[in-house]
């Protein structure tokens, strides 16, 4: 079964860093993008940031362009998501998810940081930025 377990979130002031971490089990990440997604309260959800199978490309949300970063160590079977300069606005519950490279939509949907796109959702890290 294919699982995502993300860890890293936290309590930080503004202006602080965080790194969020989304460890596969049960396949191995090398055949999947995978996408960073936040859901704050009362709010939709909205795509952050994704990243391709092989790390060529990587997207990311206007609001978080030049302060976030996506990486992956597939070794590792991990996607990293390094938050710096955190707002209070980026206050949510960050999850990620996957979609094979194998879905002719893959791209597209990675791209698009579409969340209908992507599947195996982990069960999220909390995120809270405030003084």
């Known amino acids: 079964q294919l699982q995502l377990v993300e860890s890293g979130g936290g309590l930080v002031q503004p202006g602080g860093s965080l790194r969020l971490s989304c460890t596969a089990s049960g396949f191995t990440l090398d055949n999947y993008a995978i996408g960073w997604f936040r859901q704050a309260p009362g709010k939709e959800r909205e795509g952050v940031s994704c990243?391709?199978?092989?790390?060529?490309?990587?997207y990311y949300a206007d609001s978080v362009k030049g302060r976030f970063t996506v990486s992956r160590d597939n070794a590792k079977n991990t996607v990293y998501l390094q938050m710096n300069s955190l707002k209070p606005e980026d206050t949510a519950v960050y999850y990620c998810?996957?979609?094979?490279?194998?879905?002719?939509?893959?791209?597209?949907?990675?791209?698009?940081?579409?969340?209908?796109?992507?599947?195996?959702w982990g069960q999220g890290t909390r995120v809270t930025v405030s003084s």
């Open positions: 990243i391709t199978s092989s790390a060529g490309n990587t």
């Open positions: 998810a996957a979609v094979d490279r194998r879905n002719i939509w893959y791209r597209g949907h990675c791209a698009a940081l579409a969340g209908g796109g992507f599947g195996s």
